[in-house]
């Protein structure tokens, strides 16, 4: 079982959005993910959809997400339960960061469009590099 240091996990950014993926195919697991993002005051994910489950935990601050049309509150120790494939972004609408744990059952996890086409990201691991 291993330990691993967040700390020392690699960051990633988008503007006003942090990145760290704690759990991972890098770390050799096959079927979910484990993120931790800081979302700035005022930025938003961008649109996205991905085609597995996703939990993701408000661990501060507050927002709200567009999700399947619908917008929902997203405050303080909230969880919110994405389907796969349905087209999603979260904003935050608060003045202090927001913070949250999503989990993703897939891994690596493949990201894309609203319109289905893959959405490049900062964190993406190339094909070549999972460890199998």
Do not use: F
């Amino acid at each position: 079982m291993p330990v691993i240091l967040n700390s020392q996990l690699p960051k990633h950014e988008l503007p006003g959005l942090e990145h760290l993926t704690l759990a991972g195919s890098n770390q050799g697991i096959r079927s979910m993910e484990v993120w931790r993002q800081i979302i700035a005051p005022g930025v938003s994910t961008p649109v996205h959809q991905h085609p597995c489950e996703e939990v993701i935990v408000i661990l501060t601050g507050s927002g709200e997400v567009v999700i399947d049309g619908t917008t929902e509150a997203l405050n303080l120790d909230t969880t919110l339960i994405v389907p796969p494939n349905v087209v999603h972004q979260i904003t935050n609408i608060g003045k202090e960061p927001m913070h949250l744990i999503g989990t993703l059952g897939m891994s690596p996890v493949r990201v894309y469009t609203a319109e289905g086409e893959h959405l490049s990201l900062p964190w993406d691991i190339p094909d070549s590099l999972i460890k199998k």
